[in-house]
Nanobody, 129 residues
Framework: QVQLVESGGGLVQAGGSLRLSCAAS????????MGWFRQAPGKDREFLAA????????YYADSVKGRFTISRDNAKNTVYLQMNSLKPDDTAVYAC??????????????????????WGQGTQVTISS
């Protein structure tokens, strides 16, 4: 079992940056594919970025491509989401998730929240205009 704890959220002005971290418990973190999602009030959960267990197989949603960067450090059991050029529309609760989809999993699987087995509680990100 994997437990996930996000940190790094907060209030930032538009155009600013934040770096979210997701710390995982357990010795098997390096075998899990990881994803970042967000959910704004009244909206569906939205895929943002995914990274494979080895650090490859990186995918982004079009809405964040070029602004957000996902990375992981398996030695520290942590996955990161660097967010730049933030906009008020980025305001949401951001959560990381862990799943096992395999090396050749299609992007459509990595973007599907149902493919992830473990979720963190989320961290609030608020962007002021």
């Amino acid at each position: 079992q994997v437990q996930l704890v996000e940190s790094g959220g907060g209030l930032v002005q538009a155009g600013g940056s934040l770096r979210l971290s997701c710390a995982a418990s357990g010795r098997t973190f390096s075998t899990y594919d990881m994803g970042w999602f967000r959910q704004a009030p009244g909206k569906d959960r939205e895929f943002l970025a995914a990274i494979g267990w080895s650090g490859g197989s990186i995918y982004y949603a079009d809405s964040v491509k070029g602004r957000f960067t996902i990375s992981r450090d398996n030695a520290k059991n942590t996955v990161y989401l660097q967010m730049n050029s933030l906009k008020p529309d980025d305001t949401a609760v951001y959560a990381c998730a862990a799943g096992r989809m395999g090396l050749v999993a299609l992007p459509s699987r990595r973007q599907n929240p149902n493919e992830y087995d473990y979720w963190g509680q989320g961290t609030q990100v608020t962007i002021s205009s």
